[in-house]
């Protein structure tokens, strides 16, 4: 079975989102790892922005602002994985071509 770009990215997508919430629950403390899972939750919180300007503080937002950053952050994972493999797929076709034999024919004579 041939696995297409986008349900890998899906999947990758998923692990993501599962190793930034287990990095967050299971490692110790530090500044280091806040700043890590932070960096990681920024995109939905940006984009999720757009929708509750002021946060859980928008009118009724608060209930559902986190299910939107979780879930912004989700869609972000997995279009950052679409492109990282079409990036890797581009490079693999063009080598592929680099590599393959000039099988034109010659006309001339020779």
């Known amino acids: ?8 990215s899906l999947a990758l ?7 930034v ?12 790892r806040d ?6 939750a920024t995109p939905g919180a940006w984009i999720a922005g757009l929708v509750y300007p002021q946060g859980v503080h928008t009118g009724r937002g608060a209930p559902n602002w986190g299910f ?3 879930g912004l ?6 279009l950052f994985w679409y ?12 080598r592929q071509q680099d590599d393959a034999p000039d099988l034109s024919v010659r006309r001339g004579g020779r």
């Open 13 to 19: 997508g998923i692990a993501t989102s599962i190793l």
């Open 21 to 32: 919430g287990l990095a967050g629950s299971y490692l110790p403390y530090s500044h280091a």
């Open 1 to 8: 079975m041939r696995k297409t770009p986008a349900v890998v």
């Open 68 to 70: 939107a950053v979780l």
């Open 83 to 94: 492109c990282c493999l079409q990036v890797v797929a581009y490079f693999r076709r063009r």
């Open 35 to 40: 700043s890590i899972v932070d960096a990681f």
């Open 73 to 78: 952050n989700f869609i972000v994972y997995i």
